[in-house]
């Protein structure tokens, strides 16, 4: 694609625009919402009396790479075009909201500010989070009703890792207007918060150790297309799409018979005996039920997508779902995934 396309890449059709490579598209903070969300950050890092303000750049994903105190955001935040293309090739866009992005912007502040001071050598943050050290796991199985941890990104992420403890615990903490001491009363996360209360105000107006650092899959460097992006970035993430149970439950079920009446449509049945299914599951997996709920949830809603009815007994359905449900959860148990690579 040539030279004279880049200036209006954002005219061009989704199948032209997903042939441009991302170095191409010449994005820059300068000049977008993003410029005006980081400028909040470092307004309420002010209002903290904290100096450091963490460098960001445009990258592949929201990052703050290992060790290095600067913010990697995802590229495609720095256009609205870009924006609308992710959102149809990944239903969703992470950020693409203010108050979403200022979420994932304080989070990785904890990250670079942790870097910067090096602050994971302290032996207090290291008895409270763990050992910074510490190997992160292909996945994780997170505790949902856990009180040592406090709920700032979707998923409990500050149990994957004390790193990702450590960056959610100072994100609580910088949130603006939050009571995070009566939010969190009776919490063993607390205890962490009141920590980080302390430590942020002992560096409170002392320069970094470390001010600036390697900027990884900075987007000036990324040569793949978007159309090799969103292969690779699909790939990943292919759990939360739609069709990701769709062969399967068409073959447990049938596709919409208009002969059939309505109570058998698979969704309602499903709904029916959606408790029963539950506590099977769960009796049998020693899984929590949340995650189990989550995934009969996804089941239903794609089951009433694809109008799929139940052409056979109710029990031989259940029996066939509740088998297929432990299934999955047991694959996700042993691999960390819902379904096992073929």
């Not at 904290?50 to 994903?61: G, N, R, S, T, W």
């Not at 992160?136 to 700032?152: A, G, I």
């Not at 990884?216 to 040569?223: C, H």
């Not at 996700?332 to 995934?337: A, D, E, M, N, P």
Request: proline share 4%.
């Amino acid at each position: 694609m040539g030279e004279e396309l880049f200036g209006d890449w954002e005219d061009l059709s989704d199948e032209e625009l997903l042939k441009v490579r991302i170095r191409d598209l010449r994005l820059k903070i300068e000049g977008t919402e993003l410029e005006q969300n980081i400028s909040q950050l470092y307004s309420e890092l002010n209002d903290r009396n904290i100096l450091f303000h963490p460098q960001c750049y445009l990258a592949d994903e929201w990052v703050c790479p290992d060790g290095e105190p600067v913010i990697g955001i995802p590229f495609f935040l720095a256009h609205a075009r870009l924006k609308e293309l992710e959102r149809k090739m990944m239903l969703e866009v992470e950020g693409g909201a203010k108050s979403s992005c200022m979420r994932l912007l304080r989070h990785e502040t904890g990250h670079a500010i942790n870097y910067a001071y090096k602050l994971y050598r302290r032996r207090r943050w290291r008895g409270l989070f763990g050992p910074f050290s510490l190997e992160y796991p292909d996945t994780y199985r997170p505790r949902p009703y856990s009180k040592r941890f406090v709920q700032h990104l979707e998923d409990w992420y500050a149990q994957y890792h004390p790193d990702e403890d450590f960056a959610e615990t100072f994100a609580v903490w910088l949130t603006p207007n939050l009571d995070w001491r009566g939010k969190y009363r009776g919490w063993k996360a607390l205890e962490k918060l009141e920590y980080v209360d302390r430590l942020m105000k002992e560096i409170t107006k002392k320069p970094p150790i470390k001010r600036s650092g390697q900027r990884l899959w900075a987007v000036s460097r990324l040569r793949l297309t978007l159309k090799a992006y969103y292969k690779r970035k699909r790939r990943f993430y292919a759990e939360d799409y739609p069709d990701f149970y769709d062969a399967d439950l068409k073959t447990i079920f049938s596709l919409e018979d208009t002969t059939l009446p309505k109570e058998n449509a698979a969704s309602r049945v499903l709904r029916k005996h959606r408790k029963a299914i539950l506590d099977n599951v769960s009796r049998w997996t020693d899984e929590n039920k949340y995650r189990i709920d989550r995934v009969m949830r996804d089941l239903i809603e794609r089951c009433d997508e694809l109008g799929l009815q139940v052409k056979e007994s109710e029990s031989d359905a259940i029996l066939k779902v509740t088998t297929y449900v432990t299934t999955l959860i047991m694959n996700y148990i042993h691999t960390g995934k819902l379904k096992s690579d073929r």
